[in-house]
């Protein structure tokens, strides 16, 4: 049986057993674990928009100087610049929603595990999870030293029933060998005896255990699921917490309907459909030598 000063928890343990209550409170180190990966995670993200962005001013930029010394005149020249105009434009936004996704995710996030998530004095261990540790050691104590009382008792049974049935088997081939001694048969008889007697007060001891346990069985279990619904109570905040800020983060990073980002695609396509050929072709006549 597990004890449970374990560090970690066993797997297949009941949450009723000594220890099984290790896995819900895990869940408090793995809650301030998953702030920290979800920082990380929006980090990678603000570095792609960040990379993007930069990229998109300089491939505007580029193209804008090359577009400059081309060939390239009158309103389709502007056509294309807008091309790279609303690229430029676009990078700022991209900046924006890295910054956004700095102050609204990264920093609400490190906000809030910092106020629900303390390190102890020598930083090995969560404040929170060793409260409820203690909490469940608490609720449990007075059960597990009845459950372990039970456990010792039934092994004692079980050995003498085991060691009784041996005797009486060796008794029984006494029985018919005319090397062994009326004795030696005597003497194996008074130890089955004597274990009969020992087994039956171990059982008697088996069983008062086992009725003591069973009676405090009601008074463990309310016990445990108090401690139980706080923990639950303590996921059930990080869960709608967690929901929030993804919220958030789907908000920063749904652009469809940003006013920003609709203005610069309306701009865009309308220089380009004030792109017109005849009037291109009659300021390059003007402007051709005769």
Not at 19 to 40: A, F, H, S
Not at 131 to 149: G, I, N, S, T
Request: aromatic share 8%.
């Amino acid at each position: 049986m597990a004890d449970d000063d374990d560090g970690e928890p066993i797997e297949g343990l009941s949450f009723w057993e000594p220890g099984g209550y290790k896995k819900t409170t895990k869940r408090i180190t793995d809650g301030n674990q998953l702030c920290t990966e979800i920082v990380d995670m929006v980090q990678e993200r603000c570095e792609i928009e960040a990379a993007y962005a930069s990229k998109l001013k300089s491939w505007s930029k580029r193209w804008i100087a090359q577009i400059d010394k081309g060939p390239e005149y009158g309103s389709m020249e502007s056509a294309w610049k807008a091309v790279l105009t609303a690229a430029d434009r676009e990078a700022d936004v991209h900046l924006r929603v890295k910054e956004n996704l700095v102050s609204t995710i990264q920093n609400e996030m490190r906000r809030w595990q910092k106020e629900n998530f303390h390190k102890g004095m020598m930083a090995l261990h969560l404040k929170e999870k060793k409260e409820m540790d203690e909490e469940f050691r608490k609720a449990q104590k007075p059960w597990k030293k009845r459950f372990l009382a039970v456990e010792k008792s039934k092994k004692e049974y079980h050995d003498l029933c085991q060691k009784e049935q041996s005797v009486v088997q060796r008794s029984k081939m006494y029985q018919n060998d005319t090397g062994i001694s009326e004795d030696q048969k005597a003497k194996t008889l008074d130890e089955i005896a004597k274990l009969n007697t020992q087994r039956q007060s171990a059982r008697g001891n088996y069983e008062d255990a086992l009725r003591d346990l069973n009676s405090y069985n009601a008074r463990y279990m309310e016990d445990m699921k108090e401690v139980y619904a706080r923990c639950q109570e303590m996921e059930h905040k990080r869960l709608d917490f967690f929901k929030d800020r993804l919220k958030a983060m789907h908000q920063n990073l749904d652009l469809s309907n940003d006013v920003v980002v609709k203005q610069i695609a309306a701009d865009f396509l309308n220089t380009v459909e004030q792109a017109n050929a005849k009037s291109d072709l009659k300021y390059w006549d003007a402007q051709r030598s005769h």
